[in-house]
């Protein structure tokens, strides 16, 4: 059975910072690219960032770039989010989710963790 878990969220001030993990189970997760989306109260679901397979390629909403940053340790089956400098505007569920396309879109992703909350206060 597939099992993938976010963690990491929590509350933080403006301007600090936050490190989410993502982990599977059930799965090779290196042989997926792997990407993060958000969900804010009342507003879809969006793309925040992709990361390949090799995690040589990575690609970024407009409104995170230069703050967050995807990487991938494929030896211990990890993806992370390093988000820096951190706005209101940031707060949401923060999920992970594995493709075996390099996309943007949440069409494309197959399996999708629970979530984890960030709030960052003004």
């Known amino acids: 059975q597939v099992q993938v878990v976010e963690s990491g969220g929590g509350l933080v001030q403006a301007g600090g910072s936050l490190r989410l993990s993502c982990a599977a189970s059930g799965l090779t997760l290196s042989t997926y690219n792997v990407g993060w989306f958000r969900q804010a109260p009342g507003k879809e679901r969006e793309f925040v960032a992709v990361?390949?397979?090799?995690?040589?390629?990575?690609s970024y909403t407009d409104s995170v770039k230069g703050r967050f940053t995807i990487s991938r340790d494929n030896a211990k089956n990890e993806v992370f989010l390093q988000m820096n400098s951190l706005k209101s505007e940031d707060t949401a569920v923060y999920f992970c989710a594995t493709s075996l396309l390099y996309r943007t879109g949440s069409y494309a992703y197959i399996y999708w963790g629970q979530g984890t909350q960030v709030t960052v206060s003004s």
């Open positions: 990361i390949g397979t090799s995690g040589a390629s990575t």
